[in-house]
């Protein structure tokens, strides 16, 4: 098994800052995929930012330019760097991580617990 511990998230006015960060424990092989998600009360959740095991990034539309994901390998983190945060921005905010626990073994899906991230003055 795995566990995704979030951190960092908390209340911020508008145009502040807030780093989150995510550690994948456990039965680690591999990691491909690491991101960060957001469902706001009433929505469905919605992708935010993905960061491929190559280094490739991508970004929800919406948070381009403001938000930068990053990822540590060698001690299974993944991080977003949030800025000029705006009220639309609050949503708890979900660690997601495809992991392969083996070399034999298939790729899974895993969550974390997520951490309220609220922009408010």
């Known amino acids: 098994q795995v566990q995704l511990v979030e951190s960092g998230g908390g209340l911020v006015q508008p145009g502040g800052s807030l780093r989150l960060s995510c550690v994948a424990s456990?039965?680690?092989?591999?990691?491909?995929?690491m991101g960060w998600y957001r469902q706001a009360p009433g929505k469905q959740r919605e992708l935010v930012a993905i960061?491929?095991?190559?280094?490739?990034?991508n970004y929800a539309d919406s948070v381009k330019g403001r938000f930068a994901i990053s990822r540590d390998n060698a001690n299974n983190t993944v991080y977003l760097q949030m800025n000029s945060l705006k009220p639309e921005d609050t949503a708890a905010y979900y660690c997601?991580?495809?992991?392969?626990?083996?070399?034999?073994?298939?790729?899974?899906?895993?969550w974390g617990r997520g951490t309220q991230v609220t922009v408010s003055s």
């Open positions: 960061s491929g095991s190559g280094g490739s990034t």
């Open positions: 997601n991580a495809k992991v392969q626990h083996t070399i034999m073994t298939m790729v899974n899906d895993y």
């Open positions: 456990g039965s680690i092989f591999r990691l491909y995929n």
